[in-house]
């Protein structure tokens, strides 16, 4: 019977939505699986066949774990807000709602053709406002928040404000963004403003001033992975730094417990570093420095306090408030210029890239334990978010300070007599050669002669804090998250501004929808777009929106215009996969505490330090106000590769006169011309052969092209590369799935290598994994006949060897997501099945169900074509035995006087005895025995025979 895979595939795709198939529910009796995707942007591409990759791995999973009798969850969703759409809805006026819509439609259409097992009844969009009801509900949860450092968690507000009513700021311990020192009687005398502007300083959501990628083009903020060399990714608008007033997520305050959570997640180590290095935890010592002829000072952090007497100069940040105070009137024009150029510079290109810039701000430091003046420059390699914005420069013992100091000829002191302080110097690790402070030098009686580094920099710690220079302080790198869009398509913040100072909205009022608005531009005046917005102001009495002419600040107030970032909207959107149709919660416990959190989490790994960074912080703070069980939100992690695209080239001929034809010469006869390669769309593309029609057709300019043959065709180059449209080397998976079926677009996208490694896309081999389901569906059936060939006769030992050993391969590979060596261990079993004739009913019907996870759709039709009931889905995974992979017999090496010669087959139960015996009567040895006495025969049990002769 013919292995009609579009008929099967369309059959069993309704069948699964018309029986609710893969709708899980929680159920006590049955232990839990919870398997997710990373939230996908539904972009108006669709998706090209790299995208499905993660998803395919993910559902596999899925399905083996269902076939274990887990109850799993493996919902999918979409992250709906953007600035795609939004740049679109500028360009055309179209609203983002309709865009969205119709690519999600598209998304769900391609999703589905492929087969996977997703719970579409728990779908949720961050655009709709029955989802960002629950951002903004964890929003005002935050700004009505703070962290306390002493119970590492966060407490309520109210807490904070009794505590400043009987205490003030005495002995707090909390997360702040800058230290402020008040009685209890300054706070119980504070208006309520000054109040309010005083807790700001310690809310979780809090407004502050941030440096910012600024987008004029765009009129909006960019997070650092939509800025690439200094323009934005959407669009190219150059983008500069700018201090702006944002709503900012104190991220920083959990970087501890971040960085704790790591050690019990099963993630890659890789990942793990990158956290860890992003997070940045440094233990160090806050020093003061007084500006020379000024009663000022300021304070710098350093890791290596001990290093103080190599210092030879200071930096600031560029964005320093600092650096408006130190910079001397006959700099102020070359300093004003460097800051222009820092402005175009993300942070991220400053921690990229090493080149050395700078300038003089004219001002002078004094060293704290020598006395000496120090310059003050100001250089970009310094960020103002880490530390304090300012470093003491060693440049004898750091590379990034000895690079600057030869730049601009400052001076080098060695800490150790006769130390190389060349560039090759530094160690690769940390960029310090310094071993051991120098002999020598003291102090008031302060000495580290002698001292390991150590002990020199607890030394000089303890010299620091009890001189009152300074302080011991615990540092992290990692930023407050910054959470203001001047966007339209974005979830709205929940508030609205009295006084001047921000109130949210009552939570029984929301979700606070997103108005309709004409234009989806900033405004005129240089308002964010919903600055736009007629009816978007707040009437606090009737607790709802009312007309902005009404707003007289009394009784209706203005709404905040930004709205909030992509990541807003993905940072918990797990936990309402647990409960998407509940309305009093973000999750109902029952929910939460039966699905807890994510087992198997499947993304890029360019989600490192973004997304699973601020997710992670999220749910910790949802753990804190006990909504979440457990504070890490995903378990499991695995990073899918990229598939790179496979691009073909034409070749064509040079010419002068464009007034003629353009000619292309194949791959094999290019080398007789002068030619120029040019990509050509991959889909009119066969194993390398060009359909030359379907080429005339593609481009207006090549409707008249000719053509030098080689063999009757036309064979293209070709090259891998990103997949990309601008490559013409995207390939649509709704092609494939036309062409060759579902199930072999997802045997083959895993089958190209491990899930975690980046490899090429390459149509030509695709033919294969097609061939090996005709093969698997032919064992089931008579030759050239629409009859089942199976029977209930006696398997042979072979076959149950070959099931058998299939079955223990396959699970362990999927357990290791080695989905590539379990296919190639199922391309061997059907191999060996279909020599050995097997027709037995109970050994196939165990093949249908391990190959389920895989081809789900030919598993079905197999499935019930065996008479089964119900879905293959609910089989239970076939368990194989060890009996029946005792090998009957073994290989032994034969060796003459330790040279192995050849290798003989014996019955595993062979004794020494009959082993010795048969090897000696071997016509084979005869020659190596000839006119030789053996001395002694060795014997290796199941590995090697040595025969010694002389």
């Not at 998706?47 to 083996?64: E, K, M, N, T």
């Not at 065996?866 to 879905?871: H, M, N, T, Y």
């Not at 139960?909 to 082993?915: G, L, R």
């Amino acid at each position: 019977m013919e292995y009609n895979f579009r008929e099967i595939e369309k059959k069993w795709q309704k069948s699964w939505v018309d029986n609710k198939t893969y709708k899980v529910a929680e159920n006590k009796d049955k232990k839990k699986f919870y398997v997710l995707n990373m939230f996908p942007y539904p972009s108006g591409a669709g998706l090209h066949v790299g995208h499905p990759l993660g998803y395919i791995a993910s559902d596999i999973y899925a399905r083996f774990k269902r076939l274990q009798g887990y109850n799993v969850l493996n919902p999918m969703g979409y992250d709906a807000y953007g600035l795609p759409a939004e740049q679109y809805a500028i360009q055309t006026g179209q609203h983002p709602a309709i865009t969205t819509e119709t690519n999600i439609n598209h998304y769900r259409e391609q999703l589905d053709k492929i087969g996977f097992s997703f719970d579409w009844s728990r779908e949720v969009r961050t655009c709709d406002p029955k989802y960002y009801h629950w951002t903004q509900w964890a929003f005002e949860k935050m700004f009505n928040s703070y962290f306390c450092k002493n119970c590492q968690k966060a407490k309520p507000i109210e807490n904070l404000i009794a505590y400043f009513k009987e205490n003030g700021s005495k002995d707090l311990n909390v997360a702040e963004s800058e230290e402020l020192i008040f009685t209890a009687d300054d706070w119980n005398k504070m208006s309520d403003k000054e109040q309010q502007q005083t807790l700001m300083n310690y809310r979780i959501a809090y407004l502050g001033e941030t440096m910012v990628n600024w987008c004029p083009g765009l009129g909006t903020v960019l997070a650092n992975d939509e800025v690439v060399d200094g323009v934005s990714e959407r669009g190219g608008y150059p983008v500069i730094q700018k201090k702006m007033q944002q709503w900012c997520l104190r991220t920083s305050a959990y970087s501890q417990r971040l960085l704790d959570g790591l050690d019990t997640v099963a993630w890659t180590d890789s990942i793990k570093e990158t956290q860890r290095n992003w997070i940045g935890r440094s233990e160090g010592t806050e020093m003061q420095f007084k500006i020379a002829e000024n009663d000022k000072n300021f304070t710098i952090f350093t890791t290596r306090a001990d290093t103080i007497f190599g210092v030879t100069f200071m930096v600031l940040a560029p964005e320093s408030e600092l650096v408006d105070e130190l910079t001397t009137p006959d700099h102020k024009a070359e300093v004003e210029e460097y800051l222009a150029y820092v402005k175009k510079r993300t942070e991220l290109d400053r921690m990229s890239d090493r080149k050395v810039t700078g300038v003089f701000s004219g001002s002078y430091a004094v060293n704290p334990f020598t006395g000496d003046n120090i310059p003050i420059w100001i250089s970009e390699y310094v960020l103002a978010g880490y530390g304090t914005g300012a470093i003491m420069a060693v440049p004898a013992h750091d590379s990034r300070d000895y690079a600057f100091a030869k730049h601009f000829n400052l001076p080098i002191i060695p800490l150790i007599e006769g130390a190389d302080v060349s560039e090759e110097s530094f160690d690769a690790k940390d960029g310090i050669v310094m071993n051991s402070p120098s002999e020598g030098v003291a102090l008031d009686g302060f000495n580290l002669n002698g001292k390991t580094v150590k002990e020199a920099i607890a030394a000089t710690k303890e010299f620091v804090t009890s001189h009152n220079l300074g302080r011991v302080k615990v540092n992290y790198r990692l930023r407050d998250a910054t959470f203001s869009r001047q966007r339209y398509w974005g979830e709205p913040f929940p508030v609205y501004y009295k006084n001047g100072m921000p109130q949210m909205i009552p939570e029984e009022c929301l979700p606070l929808e997103l108005p309709e608005i004409d234009k989806y531009e900033p405004t005129e005046t240089g308002e964010p777009p919903l600055g736009r917005a007629k009816k978007w102001a707040w009437d606090e009495a009737n607790k709802c929106i009312v007309d902005k002419s009404l707003i007289d600040n009394e009784k209706v107030f203005a709404l905040e215009l930004n709205t909030m970032p992509g990541f807003a909207g993905s940072s918990a959107y797990y936990l309402r996969y647990m409960d998407p149709g509940n309305d009093k919660a973000l999750v109902g416990k029952d929910a939460d505490e039966y699905w807890q959190n994510v087992d198997l989490y499947v993304g890029g790994t360019e989600h490192a330090t973004g997304h699973l960074i601020y997710s992670r912080f999220w749910n910790k703070f949802l753990f804190d106000n006990g909504v979440s069980s457990k504070e890490e939100p995903f378990q499991k992690l695995i990073n899918q590769g990229m598939i790179q695209g496979r691009s073909n080239f034409v070749y064509r001929i040079n010419s002068d006169d464009h007034s003629k034809a353009p000619v292309f010469v194949s791959l094999g006869l290019k080398d007789k011309y002068e030619t120029t390669p040019i990509h050509v769309d991959v889909n009119i593309v066969s194993n390398d052969v060009l359909d030359t029609d379907a080429f005339k057709a593609w481009r207006p300019e090549y409707n008249h092209a000719e053509f030098i043959l080689e063999d009757g065709k036309y064979v293209c180059g070709w090259a891998v590369e990103k997949m990309s449209k601008s490559m013409f080397n995207v390939v649509n998976p709704d092609k494939i799935v036309e062409v060759y079926g579902a199930d072999t677009l997802r045997l083959y996208e895993m089958f190209l290598g491990p899930v975690e490694a980046s490899k090429p896309w390459d149509t030509n081999g695709i033919d294969g994994c097609h061939r090996f389901l005709k093969k698997f569906w032919n064992l089931f059936w008579v030759k050239n006949a629409d009859e089942l060939a199976i029977n209930d006769e006696e398997p042979t030992a072979e076959s149950l060897k070959s099931v058998h050993k299939l079955i223990k391969k396959v699970s362990e590979d999927i357990e290791k997501f080695s989905y590539n060596t379990a296919i190639s261990a199922f391309m061997i079993a059907v191999n060996e099945l279909g020599q050995q004739k097997c027709k037995n009913a109970a050994l196939l019907k165990k093949l249908v169900i391990v190959i389920a996870p895989f081809a789900p759709h030919i598993a079905e039709e197999l499935w019930h074509t065996l008479g089964e009931k119900g879905s293959v889905c609910d089989a239970a995974w076939p368990k194989y035995e060890e009996k029946y992979l005792a090998e009957s017999e073994i290989q032994i090496t034969i060796s003459f006087n330790g040279k192995a010669r050849y290798q003989k087959t014996f019955a595993t139960d062979a004794s020494n005895d009959e082993i010795q015996k048969a090897v000696i009567e071997d016509e084979r040895s005869l020659k190596y025995l000839e006119g030789k006495n053996i001395v002694k025969v060795i014997i290796v049990p199941k590995k090697i025979v040595n025969i010694v002769i002389k």
